[in-house]
């Protein structure tokens, strides 16, 4: 009997310090475990919680961007009960239940990477189709106003993929010579841009650029042709990361535009540290994106795990 008892109590313990420690825990949500850029964000976050003196717990579907999965994980965190969740859902709308739910249960919540729609407590983002214009507005200028442009789209129906889209179209509309031949989604996995490219190679004997949604389909692209054997296009993207950016510093990559998620993590942790304390924050967090190319790109090549995060105040908001 009483070795039940102290059994009892022993779990009555380890459960007051489980929720002891949640309540200094943040939960960070992810769409996948492949895409580098995502494994930025997440270094992000956990940099910006170790100096406010909390820790992470890491949410990713085990198949890149599933959203059944993404719900059962967040069904997972309320019962956490962290002090706030970092979350870019895998389906805008289909999440929208699931962030009610969170707020329902009194756990703020910030939005990053992907804007998405529901009941956020805030948003640390940046303008995808500015970025996206901006940075082929380069490969336009390169192009002489001319050519043979193939986009290679992300999650074709979510925020960020469609107004990249969008934002590239923009700038090539305003070239009357530049042909768009093919606009087709790789989800941002590296081995499907790779697949696309092989195949849009075959169906199109002149190619001279790609507009690619991020930096890890660009470089697929950039091996499709290599290996093809075809001449070396012009290739724009936007995400910035450290592999994206040390092409374009060794003259694969023509041009990315800046899209930290490292920066993003660290913002949207400081949002949810504050908001838990009752403090104020902007509402939407709208980042600049600066554009890197060879002349700059030494600037953006920082590691990972050497970078600092800046503050709200900081970034001037």
């Known amino acids: ?52 003196g909390l820790k992470t717990t890491q949410y990713a579907p085990t198949k890149p961007n599933n959203f059944q999965e993404q719900i059962a994980e967040v069904e997972d965190a309320i019962t956490r009960r962290p002090k706030g969740m970092l979350f870019v859902p895998t389906d805008s709308q289909g999440l929208k239940p699931s962030v009610d739910k969170v707020r329902q249960s009194g756990i703020p919540i910030v939005n990053f990477i992907d804007a998405g729609v529901g009941n956020y407590n805030g948003y640390v983002v940046y303008n995808d189709r500015k970025m996206a214009a901006e940075v082929t507005g380069l490969l336009t200028k390169a192009l002489n ?7 290679i789209e992300g999650v074709k129906g979510t925020g ?24 087709q989604p790789a989800n941002y996995q590296r081995g499907q841009a790779l697949q696309v490219t092989e195949n849009l190679l075959q169906q199109f004997p002149k190619i001279d650029a790609v507009v690619a ?21 012009l290739v724009v993207s936007m995400d910035g990361t450290v592999e994206g950016v040390s092409s374009v510093a ?36 709208t980042l600049n994106a600066a554009l890197i190319t060879k002349e700059n790109a030494s600037q953006f ?17």
Not at 145 to 151: A, S
Not at 160 to 183: F, H, M
Request: with cysteine; charged share 20%.
């Open 301 to 317: 090549m920082v590691p990972i795990d050497k970078r600092k995060c800046k503050s709200i105040v900081e970034l001037g908001f």
């Open 160 to 183: 960020v993929s469609d107004n990249r889209t969008a934002g590239a179209q923009d700038a090539l509309a305003k070239s009357p010579e530049i042909k768009v031949l093919a606009v």
């Open 213 to 233: 949604n991020s930096d890890n389909m660009a470089l697929a692209a950039l091996e499709a042709f290599a290996a093809a054997g075809r001449p070396k296009p």
């Open 1 to 52: 009997m009483k070795k039940i008892i102290y059994s009892f109590i022993a779990s009555l313990l380890l459960s007051g310090s489980a929720f002891a420690q949640a309540s200094n825990e943040i939960a960070v949500f992810t769409k996948n475990k492949v895409d580098p850029f995502f494994e930025e964000a997440r270094i992000g976050a956990n940099v910006a919680a170790a100096s406010f």
């Open 250 to 285: 060794a003259g694969g990559l023509f041009a990315v535009s800046e899209f930290s998620g490292f920066l993003m993590g660290c913002v949207g942790v400081e949002m949810l540290e504050k908001l838990s304390k009752g403090e104020k924050v902007p509402e939407r967090i």
């Open 145 to 151: 106003g001319k050519g043979n442009v193939i986009i």
